[in-house]
């Protein structure tokens, strides 16, 4: 699974964004989909991530009520819609898919891309 993130970009304080992520081949439905950041000179840390059986999906602490992450498996694609946006968001944003492939557990990784969030 190749994972292309997409949709980063500068965004005024207060501000809306929206992230995406497409997959190739369509098989995406069959795993988790995550959402990460990672901030100049911090760990990489998760931000969403949305299971593959009933698309429940779970937020950190830090961005609950302002990001909402959503599937879409028939087009083999997520979407991380980011509002009201913090200085403290400012990250380079990954996605990521992890599920099991037979006997085997794989983790795919998008490239990142940048959100700056202006002062």
């Known amino acids: 699974v190749q994972l292309q993130a997409s949709g980063g970009g500068l965004v005024q304080p207060g501000g809306s964004l929206r992230l995406s992520c497409a997959a190739s081949?369509?098989?995406?439905?069959?795993?988790?989909i995550g959402w990460f950041r990672q901030a100049p000179g911090k760990e990489r840390e998760g931000v969403a991530c949305?299971?593959?059986?009933?698309?429940?999906?779970y937020y950190s602490d830090s961005v609950k009520g302002r990001f909402t992450a959503t599937r879409d498996n028939a087009e083999n694609t997520a979407a991380l819609r980011m509002d009201s946006l913090k200085s403290e968001d400012t990250a380079v944003y990954y996605c990521?898919?992890?599920?099991?492939?037979?006997?085997?557990?794989?983790?795919?990784w998008g490239q990142g891309t940048l959100v700056t969030r202006l002062q």
């Open positions: 081949g369509d098989r995406l439905r069959f795993y988790a």
């Open positions: 990521a898919a992890d599920g099991w492939e037979g006997n085997s557990y794989r983790a795919y």
């Open positions: 949305i299971n593959s059986h009933d698309g429940t999906v």
